[in-house]
């Protein structure tokens, strides 16, 4: 039986490669991968600790159906804005983006 | 059986997290983030919470996958296939690897390790009953909050007349 701690290796694997993604990558697009990836490293840690901690409570994961439906509405948003950008600049390039630099 | 799923979803999620990020054409890159959703579902699964894994599905693999394939599809250039080198591809590989240490020492080094299983199935019906009676106002929030993003997001992708 696999145990507490491999799943939260697993997450905190996924966490690094968002944290990466994050600094390394100047696509706006990769930017909201590396988001993703995170939320859902933390989305598997609720879900985690609500088996293995907690005698039948499912509290963790009520939360965790909310966080996905926060992740959900974020990247919506994101999309949209990333749209936005593309169609006044024609390009997605975070360090391009100088137009608000005050 | 479950110590063999266990692994290969693992692997897969890993290995589809750093292809979503590295893959050189950025549609695949968005497929395998589609892919690393549902391995997180199939963790779900082994986790005995498959209300969670069939609400990971319907709403990552179902919408917000589509959504970012198309989107990808919209955006897409060919000149991103050959992304400038800059120093941040090795400051990016320093901090993960210093998070990733520090977490997994942290983890280690805990008695989180000694902790078994407890935790007997759990029915369908207690996460409605905590969802409604003991979470509702979180509840009407989120649904605000949805509605709202959706304006938001519709109002933002708007092809504006004036402008163009």
Redesign the interface.
Known sequence: ??????????S????????????????A??L???I??IG?SA??NL??F??????????G??F???A??????????A??????A??LR???DILEMKDMKG | MVEFAFIVLSIMAVSSAILALEAKEIVYGAISLAIMLMTIAGFFILLDAPFVAMFQIIVYVGAVAVLIIFTVMLVRRDKWLKPPVTGLTGVGIIVGLIVALAFGLLLVNSTLGSVVVSSESVSFMQIGVQLIFEYWVVLEVLALLLAASLIGALTLAKKEKGNK
């Open positions: 039986m696999e145990s507490l701690l491999q799943y939260l290796i697993v905190v694997a996924l966490f690094a490669i968002g944290v990466y993604g994050l600094i390394a990558k100047r696509n697009l990769r909201l991968f590396s993703e990836i859902n989305v598997l879900v985690v609500s088996r293995y901690l907690s005698v039948a409570s499912v509290t994961r009520v965790a159906l909310f996905i439906a926060l992740l959900a509405a974020e990247a919506a948003v999309l949209a804005l990333i749209l936005g593309y169609r024609k390009d997605i």
